[in-house]
């Protein structure tokens, strides 16, 4: 149950007499007492809405999404390699979570390629892509998703354009470890 006061309800029946002695065993979930951020570097932690919040009662359900949560804002601005994990501690008066990051290098768009367009207009196909080349007046950041986003957009573009069986794919991504960039 993601939403419980009990971490673990068990149950087991003892024979007695005529009937049955239900035993039931309950461990109640532990109270947040503090909620700690080690590695966050890029992103401020002021605005992240996690589930789990101080004074509440822990679960491991809330604890699981508030670090995908992290991660996917951590995805959004190019931290392609980002690992996030949590530790507990035991507090005064109840647990002490601390959530961790990795950040890894952000990593940005040097170069977007189309091939294989010849009757479709090209500079139209590069207007309607969200993704785009770090310049230096637009930060390029790789976030894997818009990507996705991209293909799908590319494909409605070309079959409003009449190419019905049109498709669209990555052919290839290059990462230059030099450069901390992508092209």
Do not use: H
């Amino acid at each position: 149950n993601k939403n419980s006061f009990f971490l673990f309800v068990d149950w087991k029946e003892i024979p007695f007499e005529d009937g049955v002695i239900l035993q039931i065993n309950i461990t109640e979930a532990e109270i947040v007492e503090n909620i700690q951020f080690d590695g966050f570097e890029q992103i401020g932690t002021s605005d992240l809405i996690l589930k789990t919040k101080v004074g509440e009662q822990m679960s491991y359900y809330n604890l699981k999404s508030d670090v995908e949560l992290i991660k996917e804002k951590y995805l959004s601005v190019g931290f392609a390699f980002c690992k996030v994990e949590y530790f507990l501690s035991e507090g005064a008066r109840g647990k002490i979570i601390v959530f961790k990051i990795i950040e890894g290098p952000r990593i940005y768009v040097g170069g977007l390629i189309l091939t294989g367009v010849e009757s479709a207009n090209i500079g139209e196909l590069y207007e309607i892509l969200k993704t785009k080349e770090n310049t230096w007046y637009e930060s390029g950041y790789f976030i894997e998703q818009q990507i996705k986003y991209d293909i799908e957009r590319i494909k409605l573009y070309m079959r409003s354009e009449g190419f019905l069986d049109a498709e669209a794919f990555i052919e290839d991504i290059k990462f230059d470890l030099f450069d901390d960039g992508f092209f």
